[in-house]
């Protein structure tokens, strides 16, 4: 079933000059990008963003770090882009991640970990309207 998904490349990314790299992995994992922008998400922003996580002790400083550069944002389409995204960026920490993983390639902690990804179908639809309405 063809889904599309929300992608970040969060501020470590940037700062690492990997956006490319990354984009370029997207492609050949054969997504359709529908929608691309940067941005510096304010704090309130982030928060808003990530209020699921309200209630987390790692709110504060995940929005802190989202907040602290610019990211890029994408929006994505594929053949289950959901459950496919969230393999190619591999898991939160880093340090868990598979081999060949976004996260276990350009992740630095499980803050600093490069990407994001929608979770379900119902966090893409909230995602995808936050950035592209
Ligand atoms: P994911 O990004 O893999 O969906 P999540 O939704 O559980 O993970 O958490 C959102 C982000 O919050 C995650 O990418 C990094 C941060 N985070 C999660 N768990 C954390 C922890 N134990 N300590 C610090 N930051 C954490
Ligand atoms: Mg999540």
């Known amino acids: ?13 940037v700062k ?10 997207i492609e050949d994992e054969g997504f359709e990008i ?16 990530y209020y699921v996580h309200q209630d987390k002790p790692f709110y504060e400083s995940l929005t802190d770090f989202m907040s602290s550069g ?6 994505l389409e594929k053949d289950n882009a959901i ?30 970990n490069a990407v994001h990804g929608s979770d379900s179908p119902q966090t893409a639809e909230f995602e995808i309207a936050f950035f592209f309405g």
Do not use: N, Y
């Open 16 to 25: 690492k000059r990997v956006v490319g790299r990354i984009i370029q992995r």
């Open 83 to 112: 459950k496919h995204w969230r393999e190619v960026m591999g898991a939160t920490d880093p340090a868990q991640a598979k081999p060949g993983t976004l996260r276990r390639q350009f992740g630095f902690s499980v803050e600093r």
């Open 34 to 49: 529908l929608g691309l922008k940067m941005l510096h998400l304010s704090k309130e922003d982030a928060r808003k963003f």
């Open 1 to 13: 079933m063809v889904e599309r998904t929300l992608a970040i490349i969060k501020p470590d990314a």
């Open 70 to 75: 610019r990211v890029v944002v994408l929006l």
